[in-house]
């Protein structure tokens, strides 16, 4: 007799990887979008009169559509399903990437970022909560970190595709804004053959179907959980209530200081490259695309470390190393120091930064239940991209008014605030079932529901 097992048993398969693929696609694009303005930016500012304002108007726009994004798409993801919204999204990426090339006043360009930026912004919490009901449970931390590295791969792929688009002189910033709708497609296409998710099936009372799709997926000796889904209405402030309004808290704090600095200083790591004294034209592209790529090698010890030794210290000390990595920065940025040492810093603290990266992904759709996870992720990376929006908006002022070193002072400050809010609020959730890493904090297990138990079961 074949022993029934759960979903999150089941060991890693073939599967697994097509869904990282369809949920990757999500913080791919964001990278990538995010990436890709930069070089793009530059270029414009040679051609296009523009104010300080307005560039930092352009340099934020994706991220405050993003806010937008997250606070809807997270709760419509957990009302009328994963699957549906998922798909769509990419299309109109697709088309509204494409409609940038064909601006003639910078503030078209910021009304058609903010827009790209709602549907990156809604992508993000159906990636996530995807992800999560599908993965194994003692490899659901490395699944999920794994796609913040992709988003990695986004960002430094757009900033070697603005490089080689530099040749094409004085319209190479309309093709690089433009080249997103490529990725965008190909999503597009690849996400209709994915499955929705049992778990919010289940959730929804659509238990026949969520069965079927676990035994099409995984075999007829499969179920979902041992603790089934427990039929619950979405409630947007549920993710304030019984108990998860710490950790509601707990991820927008942590994650909002690390991506305002992640975000104000890679949206404009060639004009600072430029104040190090690195401008020639070309090699401070090349230099950030060089730097974004090696920040990938942080990604791959923490998929092993966040497994092994938990999810607290692969986010405390990160916070530490990358707030003294920027103070150095500030502490040397007037010494005329080599390209190299520059550069070995700004890798120290990108690997870093990577590597803590991953719990951006782990902790809200981890911490949250099914009926609520798409709303807290939706909710948590609404609340970051706003405050990046803010600092990426006000950088290039502070940059100019109060120079660099300055600046990394400010950008190190939040680093280490970032280490005394994990020091004290980290919940550790390593090889939790979703049903326990859910129930941190709530005083009492989650309940049984023995109709869906015994239709799960047969």
Known sequence: MNKVRTMEEMPLSKFHFKMFAYSGGS????????????????????????????????????????????????????????????????????????????????????????????????????????????????NRGSLLGGLNGLWYVGYASSYLVGYFMLSLGDTSWRWMLVSSAVPGVIMFIARLKMPESPRWLANKGRVAEANAIVRKIYGKHVVMSKEPEVKVKTTFLDIFRNGNGKWTIFVAVFWSLQVIPTFAIGTYIPQILGQFGFANGTKEYLGSAVINIIYLV???????????????????????????????????????????????????????????????????????????????????????????????????????????????????????IGFLVALFMAPETKNMSLSQASSINKGSEPQNNSLVQKKTVN
Request: hydrophobic fraction near 55%.
């Open 298 to 416: 942080g990604l791959f010890p923490f998929l092993y470390l966040v497994e092994r030794y938990g999810r607290r210290p692969t986010l405390i000390w990160p916070f530490l190393i990358c707030a003294i990595s920027l103070f150095a920065l500030g502490s040397t940025s007037g010494l005329n120091m080599s390209f190299v040492f520059i550069v070995v810093l700004f890798i120290i603290y990108g690997v870093l930064n990577t590597g803590m990266g991953i719990h951006q992904w782990i902790y809200p759709n981890e911490l949250f239940p099914t009926h609520i996870r798409g709303t807290a992720m939706g909710f948590s990376t609404g609340i970051t991209r706003i405050t990046s929006a803010i600092g990426t908006l006000l950088f290039p002022a502070f940059l100019a008014n109060y120079g660099i070193s300055a600046t990394f002072y400010a950008c190190g400050a939040m680093y280490f």
């Open 27 to 138: 913080a791919f694009l964001d990278g990538y979008v995010i990436g890709i303005i930069a070089v793009a930016l530059a270029v414009m500012q040679r051609q296009i009169d523009m104010s300080l304002t307005m560039v930092g108007l352009i340099g934020m726009a994706t991220l405050a559509g993003m806010f937008v994004g997250g606070m809807t798409g997270g709760y419509l993801t957990d009302i009328i399903g994963r699957k549906k919204i998922f798909v769509i999204n990419m299309l109109i990426i697709a088309v509204v990437s494409t409609l940038q090339f064909f601006i003639n006043d910078p503030i078209q360009l910021v009304v058609l970022r903010f827009i790209l930026g709602i549907i990156i912004g809604a992508d993000f919490p159906i990636a996530g909560a995807l992800m999560t009901e599908f993965s194994p449970r003692k």
